[in-house]
């Protein structure tokens, strides 16, 4: 293969598939776990375009992105615990006091 | 077709369905063993990108680690068992408009890259992206990074203990 | 040191603002009245050390001697460049002296006649603060700095004015003068800014220079300039048609009607026209214009004192009146005479007005202690030449003064005014000729109706000597009024050969026996009409004025020619019709039309948007989407046509 272009639709495909989710289910985690899978996406693009300029730095950016994320997930699940404890719940159709 | 293109487009196929059976499933712990299936079908493709230390962080930080925190948490709350989403009461148009959206976003990724697909450039010669180099462009051009991303994650780990601690 | 020295005439009043307003509350009434007093007093001292070595200078020095820059450029913005700098030359010199000196005195008394008021540190602020922004306005050495002076002697002035300000008339009183120097005040700058515009300096020295430069190309902005600059003289000086403020301006406590609204602030406009005299003299139809107002201002002011009963109003119009002949003689290019006036006038009315300060005084304190009636109105008087001796003989010679009797001050500077009329303009001096007679029997009526008969009220005849702190500085006015005289001589002109330099050419002429006996003729003749006139006019308060036979010609005299009403119905009648048009057509109607409806509108639209704030995290992550969707749609079509 001499592109790495289809790495790149994959990407695209699977960052849809991950929007798709985050908006269609209503339990914290799922979402939380699309959004996971999007931010994947975005890694695999980067790496695709690191491929096809033979350079390292969108394998770091995929590092420290990874690094984030961890970073974010502990922090995001420990809301979600936190939350559940409150309210017994874990749909986000229930938090909604930021009604306007 | 090239062996390489036949093996991406297998795995390729591995990790949509995968993304796709985590959208659908009921049960969010069937859920989170999909997205490690994805998980790990895209570190295969870090490998053929030539990028297999990312594959194996990949594989050991995301689809170990992070994704085990997951499982944890599903259980602990309770969460495997909650199955099915409720019917919204309000906003029922939002999940076929969603659906929609996401669909022509995906055939708009086609589009482009079907109309730009010859006009892709080559690949470039492949890099040395071995554990050695990256340690070493890591605590060279991205030295500071480096130090910022520890602080990063040790604010994440206090802030989470923090809101997780009983009163 | 050279430079502190030039400007501690100002420094030191400043100083004592700067104690009363800060300590005030914890000093003694000595304390504060006698340090105000000492600074000025040293202020005045400084200021006779700087007018002796001026006069050390040589003659063709004196107008550079003291030019003081402090070398801070004080406006530096594109062309405009003033520097921060002060002029001594002999006007100024002279103009410190007369402020220093009778502001000294009336500080003085103000120690006795404020005693126990409750805000008596507060006036002496306010006192000092006014010599301190007078010495700044006749030090400067440019317009813009005069102009600072001049601004903050009207803030003093509606300061010290409303300073009772419990009393709501106080408060108006000061309000109104406020206001009318504002309209003079926008003259007064817009003429400075002209000056700018025409000459691009603002320093006396360098737009003088640009005027004899210049000569015919700028005659027209010239007459342009000094016409603006002479209608905010008006409002300073209280000239017609806006000196409508001046009467009203005694319902300050008398020390101030005495030192700000006779002797000195007031004498704010002729002092300008006197600086910028190279200015005036290259208009002639603008000093054409100012020598018939001031003419016509000393007339109507005139005939108004006629028939006051207030004993300060009577001294108020007088000042008016007195101020048009001081103008009447800038009008006429005749500034030595000018000034000779404004300094013999600076004693003997503020000699006037301390005198009837201390009767006012004298009626208020030690007279029926819940007094229902007027302690100002001279009706209530009567008698108190026996009360009151010292008081009365120093306003007998004040009044012997304005009415112009020889050998006392005022005789012989008016005497010079109406000497330049008569040679240089004919209508001016007939209408001065007027105004004298008119003067001398006002002072005739006013002596009689205070002084002598019979006490008319309880007051009256439990009136007391005021104390001796507020009697000597009357008796220093009263001296300085029997011989300021001697200042400018006829024949001698001390005082003109001392100005000239900055003031024009000067040449002294022997007395013209002729008018001096004409004049004397008159003063003495209204004095004993006065006499005649209200010698038994007043045998209780309640009857009415002899002149009230006089029908409309009393009544419009009475009413200050209806003036004020007529200012009640025209300006400040139509100026509360185009507000209340303003305020319920254009700004109810219009202008918040369109900001409530601009809400309206927000309030409609949050309303509907509103609706999409659901609180629900999908429905925001969906809008996002469609942005999302709609931005590569647009992009991919953008994309398209560009390629």
Same mark, same amino acid.
């Given at each position: 293969?001499?592109?790495?272009?289809?790495?790149?639709?994959?990407?695209?495909?699977?960052?849809?598939?991950?929007?798709?989710?985050?908006?269609?289910?209503?339990?914290?985690?799922?979402?939380?776990?699309?959004?996971?899978?999007?931010?994947?996406?975005?890694?695999?693009?980067?790496?695709?375009?690191?491929?096809?300029?033979?350079?390292?730095?969108?394998?770091?950016?995929?590092?420290?992105?990874?690094?984030?994320?961890?970073?974010?997930?502990?922090?995001?699940?420990?809301?979600?615990?936190?939350?559940?404890?409150?309210?017994?719940?874990?749909?986000?159709?229930?938090?909604?006091?930021?009604?306007? | 077709?090239?062996?390489?293109?036949?093996?991406?487009?297998?795995?390729?196929?591995?990790?949509?369905?995968?993304?796709?059976?985590?959208?659908?499933?009921?049960?969010?712990?069937?859920?989170?063993?999909?997205?490690?299936? &994805?998980? *790990?079908?895209?570190?295969?493709?870090?490998?053929?990108?030539?990028?297999?230390?990312?594959?194996?962080?990949?594989?050991?930080?995301?689809?170990?680690?992070?994704?085990?925190?997951?499982?944890?948490?599903?259980?602990?709350? *309770?969460?495997?068992?909650?199955?099915?989403?409720?019917?919204?009461?309000?906003?029922?148009?939002?999940?076929?408009?969603?659906?929609?959206?996401?669909?022509?976003?995906?055939?708009?990724?086609?589009?482009?890259?079907?109309?730009?697909?010859?006009?892709?450039?080559?690949?470039?010669?492949?890099?040395?992206? *071995?554990?050695? &180099?990256?340690?070493?462009?890591?605590? &060279?051009?991205?030295?500071?990074?480096?130090?910022?991303?520890?602080?990063?994650?040790?604010?994440?780990?206090? *802030?989470?203990?923090?809101?997780?601690?009983?009163? | /040191?050279?430079?502190?020295?030039?400007?501690?005439?100002?420094?030191?009043?400043?100083?004592?603002?700067?104690?009363?307003?800060?300590?005030?509350?914890?000093?003694?009434?000595?304390?504060?009245?006698?340090?105000?007093?000492?600074?000025?007093?040293?202020?005045?001292?400084?200021?006779?050390?700087?007018?002796?070595?001026?006069?050390?200078?040589?003659?063709?020095?004196?107008?550079?001697?003291?030019?003081?820059?402090?070398?801070?450029?004080?406006?530096?913005?594109?062309?405009?460049?003033?520097?921060?700098?002060?002029?001594?030359?002999?006007?100024?010199?002279?103009?410190?002296?007369?402020?220093?000196? !009778?502001?000294?005195?009336?500080?003085?008394?103000?120690?006795?006649?404020?005693?126990?008021?409750?805000?008596?540190?507060?006036?002496?602020?306010?006192?000092?603060?006014?010599?301190?922004?007078?010495?700044?306005?006749?030090?400067?050495?440019?317009?813009?700095?005069?102009?600072?002076?001049?601004?903050? !002697?009207?803030?003093?002035?509606?300061?010290?004015?409303?300073?009772?300000?419990?009393?709501?008339?106080?408060?108006?009183?000061?309000?109104?003068?406020? $206001?009318?120097?504002?309209?003079?005040?926008?003259?007064?700058?817009?003429?400075?800014?002209?000056?700018? $515009?025409?000459?691009?300096?603002?320093?006396?020295?360098?737009?003088?220079?640009?005027?004899?430069?210049?000569?015919?190309?700028?005659?027209?902005?010239?007459?342009?300039?000094?016409?603006?600059?002479?209608?905010?003289?008006?409002?300073?000086?209280?000239?017609?048609?806006?000196?409508?403020?001046?009467?009203?301006? /005694?319902?300050?406590?008398?020390?101030?009607?005495?030192?700000?609204?006779?002797?000195? /602030?007031?004498?704010?406009?002729?002092?300008?026209?006197?600086?910028?005299?190279?200015?005036?003299?290259?208009?002639?139809?603008?000093?054409?214009?100012?020598?018939?107002?001031?003419?016509?201002?000393?007339?109507?002011?005139?005939?108004?004192?006629?028939?006051?009963?207030?004993?300060?109003?009577?001294?108020?119009?007088?000042?008016?009146?007195?101020?048009?002949?001081?103008?009447?003689?800038?009008?006429?290019?005749?500034?030595?005479?000018? /000034?000779?006036?404004? #300094?013999?006038?600076?004693?003997?009315?503020?000699?006037?007005?301390?005198?009837?300060?201390?009767?006012?005084?004298?009626?208020?304190?030690?007279?029926?202690?819940?007094?229902?009636?007027?302690?100002?109105?001279?009706?209530?008087?009567?008698?108190?030449?026996?009360?009151?001796?010292?008081?009365?003989?120093?306003?007998?010679?004040?009044?012997?003064?304005?009415?112009?009797?020889?050998?006392?001050?005022?005789?012989?500077?008016?005497?010079?005014?109406?000497?330049?009329?008569?040679?240089?303009?004919?209508?001016?001096?007939?209408?001065?000729?007027?105004?004298?007679?008119?003067?001398?029997?006002?002072?005739?009526?006013?002596?009689?109706? $205070?002084?002598?008969?019979?006490?008319?009220?309880?007051?009256?005849?439990?009136?007391?000597?005021?104390?001796?702190?507020?009697?000597?500085?009357?008796?220093?006015?009263?001296?300085?009024? #029997?011989?300021?005289?001697?200042?400018?001589?006829?024949?001698?002109?001390?005082?003109?050969?001392?100005?000239?330099?900055?003031?024009?050419?000067?040449?002294?002429?022997?007395?013209?026996?002729?008018?001096?006996?004409?004049?004397?003729?008159?003063?003495?003749?209204?004095?004993?009409?006065?006499?005649? !006139?209200?010698?038994?006019?007043?045998?209780?308060?309640?009857?009415?004025?002899?002149?009230?036979?006089?029908?409309?010609?009393?009544?419009?005299?009475?009413?200050?020619?209806?003036?004020?009403?007529?200012?009640?119905?025209?300006?400040?009648?139509?100026?509360?019709?185009?507000?209340?048009?303003?305020?319920? !057509?254009?700004?109810?109607?219009?202008?918040?039309?369109?900001?409530?409806?601009?809400?309206?509108?927000?309030?409609?639209?949050?309303?509907?948007?509103?609706?999409?704030?659901?609180?629900?995290?999908?429905?925001?992550?969906?809008?996002?989407?469609?942005?999302?969707?709609?931005?590569?749609?647009?992009?991919?079509?953008?994309?398209?046509?560009?390629?």
């Amino acid at each position: 293969m001499d592109t790495a272009m289809p790495y790149v639709l994959l990407s695209a495909i699977l960052f849809a598939l991950g929007v798709m989710g985050v908006l269609i289910r209503r339990n914290a985690l799922m979402i939380f776990m699309s959004i996971e899978l999007m931010l994947n996406s975005a890694n695999l693009a980067l790496v695709a375009f690191a491929r096809q300029w033979g350079q390292l730095d969108g394998q770091m950016f995929v590092f420290f992105i990874m690094t984030v994320a961890a970073a974010e997930v502990a922090v995001g699940l420990a809301l979600i615990v936190t939350i559940f404890r409150a309210r017994r719940s874990t749909n986000v159709d229930d938090l909604a006091q930021l009604k306007g | 077709m090239s062996p390489d293109l036949l093996l991406f487009l297998i795995i390729a196929l591995v990790a949509v369905a995968a993304a796709l059976g985590m959208l659908f499933s009921r049960s969010a712990l069937y859920a989170a063993l999909f997205l490690i299936m &994805n998980f *790990g079908a895209v570190a295969v493709l870090y490998l053929l990108l030539n990028a297999p230390f990312l594959a194996v962080v990949q594989v050991s930080v995301y689809a170990g680690a992070i994704m085990v925190l997951f499982l944890f948490v599903i259980m602990l709350l *309770g969460a495997e068992r909650l199955g099915r989403d409720p019917e919204p009461a309000t906003m029922r148009w939002q999940r076929p408009l969603a659906i929609v959206l996401a669909v022509v976003l995906i055939v708009q990724a086609v589009y482009v890259f079907a109309a730009r697909a010859g006009a892709a450039p080559a690949v470039a010669e492949a890099v040395d992206a *071995g554990p050695l &180099n990256i340690g070493k462009t890591l605590i &060279n051009s991205y030295l500071l990074p480096f130090e910022v991303i520890a602080i990063v994650l040790l604010a994440a780990m206090i *802030g989470a203990v923090v809101l997780t601690r009983d009163k | /040191m050279n430079q502190l020295l030039f400007i501690s005439p100002i420094l030191f009043p400043l100083l004592g603002v700067l104690i009363n307003a800060t300590l005030g509350k914890r000093m003694s009434e000595k304390a504060i009245g006698w340090l105000a007093s000492l600074l000025v007093v040293a202020s005045f001292g400084v200021s006779l050390i700087l007018f002796a070595q001026l006069g050390g200078a040589p003659e063709d020095e004196r107008l550079t001697w003291g030019a003081i820059s402090l070398g801070i450029p004080w406006i530096q913005a594109g062309a405009l460049s003033v520097p921060f700098g002060f002029l001594i030359d002999p006007l100024s010199a002279t103009m410190m002296l007369v402020v220093t000196g !009778v502001g000294a005195l009336i500080h003085i008394y103000s120690i006795g006649y404020m005693h126990g008021d409750p805000r008596f540190a507060r006036f002496f602020v306010y006192l000092n603060l006014f010599v301190a922004s007078m010495l700044v306005l006749v030090m400067a050495d440019s317009f813009l700095l005069m102009f600072v002076g001049w601004e903050l !002697v009207g803030l003093c002035s509606y300061l010290l004015i409303g300073f009772w300000f419990t009393n709501i008339k106080n408060a108006e009183a000061g309000r109104k003068a406020f $206001v009318v120097n504002r309209i003079g005040d926008v003259a007064f700058i817009l003429g400075i800014l002209l000056t700018f $515009v025409t000459f691009g300096a603002l320093t006396f020295a360098d737009v003088f220079a640009g005027v004899a430069r210049r000569g015919e190309s700028v005659q027209a902005a010239v007459a342009a300039i000094t016409l603006l600059l002479f209608i905010g003289a008006t409002g300073k000086s209280a000239q017609i048609p806006l000196h409508v403020w001046l009467p009203d301006a /005694m319902a300050g406590p008398t020390p101030v009607s005495a030192l700000i609204h006779a002797a000195t /602030m007031v004498t704010a406009g002729i002092y300008m026209m006197a600086r910028t005299h190279v200015m005036f003299e290259a208009a002639p139809s603008t000093q054409a214009v100012v020598a018939l107002v001031g003419a016509l201002t000393a007339l109507v002011a005139g005939y108004t004192a006629l028939t006051q009963f207030d004993i300060k109003r009577v001294l108020a119009y007088s000042t008016i009146s007195q101020l048009g002949f001081m103008v009447a003689a800038a009008g006429l290019g005749a500034y030595v005479a000018g /000034m000779f006036h404004l #300094v013999t006038h600076a004693f003997f009315k503020a000699l006037l007005f301390l005198a009837a300060g201390s009767v006012i005084h004298a009626m208020e304190h030690h007279g029926h202690h819940h007094h229902p009636a007027d302690p100002q109105d001279m009706r209530n008087m009567g008698g108190l030449r026996a009360k009151l001796p010292l008081t009365f003989v120093v306003f007998l010679i004040g009044g012997l003064a304005l009415a112009g009797v020889p050998p006392l001050a005022g005789f012989f500077s008016k005497d010079e005014i109406v000497l330049d009329a008569l040679k240089h303009n004919l209508p001016v001096f007939v209408l001065l000729t007027i105004s004298a007679i008119f003067t001398a029997f006002y002072v005739g009526r006013q002596l009689v109706m $205070v002084f002598f008969g019979q006490p008319r009220s309880d007051m009256a005849r439990h009136a007391q000597e005021s104390p001796a702190i507020m009697t000597a500085p009357l008796v220093v006015l009263a001296a300085l009024t #029997v011989l300021g005289g001697a200042l400018n001589l006829p024949g001698v002109g001390a005082l003109g050969y001392w100005l000239s330099p900055a003031v024009g050419e000067f040449k002294t002429h022997p007395l013209d026996v002729g008018l001096a006996g004409l004049f004397t003729l008159i003063a003495l003749g209204g004095l004993a009409a006065g006499w005649l !006139v209200y010698r038994h006019a007043f045998t209780t308060p309640d009857l009415t004025d002899p002149l009230s036979r006089l029908g409309p010609l009393y009544a419009l005299s009475k009413n200050a020619w209806y003036l004020d009403a007529l200012y009640q119905a025209v300006v400040v009648k139509g100026f509360y019709t185009l507000s209340s048009f303003l305020a319920s !057509v254009l700004d109810l109607g219009g202008i918040d039309g369109i900001v409530n409806g601009v809400g309206r509108l927000a309030r409609g639209v949050a309303g509907w948007l509103g609706r999409a704030q659901a609180g629900f995290v999908r429905a925001y992550g969906v809008l996002m989407l469609i942005g999302v969707v709609a931005l590569v749609t647009y992009f991919l079509i953008v994309g398209a046509n560009a390629r």
